[in-house]
Nanobody, 116 residues
C-alpha cells in the first residue's frame, strides 16, 4: 500500500527558508523518480522538482537556483530545501512519483505560507 507523509511546512517571511520532508513507502520510493508538487489557491497542482534514483534532478523554472531536491534511499525519504522564498511559493506541497499515472495516491501535504 502506498503511503506518503509530508512534513516541514510552516509560515515564513519572504526571503526565508524551509526544509520539507516526505517519507514514502518502499513500493513507490524504490521504483520511481520522486517529485515535489505544489498547489496554490485557485491553481492546478504543478511539479516543482523531481529526482531520479540516480540523483538526476529537474526543477521548474520558477524555483531554479532557490530550491534543492534530494533523496535518502536508505530512509525512503525525499527532501526539498527551499531558500529565498517568495509569496508566490505559497501553497500545499505534496510528494509523489513522477510521472503521475492517474491512479496516484496522495498524502495530506504540508502547507507553506510565505508572508510578511
Amino acid at each position: 500500500q502506498v503511503q506518503l507523509v509530508e512534513s516541514g511546512g510552516g509560515l515564513v517571511q519572504p526571503g526565508g527558508s524551509l526544509r520539507l520532508s516526505c517519507a514514502a513507502s518502499a513500493s513507490i520510493f524504490e521504483v520511481y523518480t520522486m517529485g515535489w508538487y505544489r498547489q496554490a489557491p485557485g491553481k492546478p497542482r504543478e511539479m516543482v522538482a523531481r529526482i531520479a534514483r540516480d540523483n538526476w534532478r529537474v526543477y521548474a523554472d520558477s524555483v531554479k537556483g532557490r530550491f534543492t531536491i534530494s533523496r535518502d534511499n536508505a530512509k525512503n525519504t525525499v527532501y526539498l530545501q527551499m531558500n529565498s522564498l517568495k509569496p508566490e511559493d505559497t501553497g500545499v506541497y505534496y510528494c509523489n512519483r513522477f510521472p503521475l499515472q492517474g491512479n496516484d495516491v496522495w498524502g495530506q501535504g504540508t502547507q507553506v505560507t510565505v508572508s510578511s
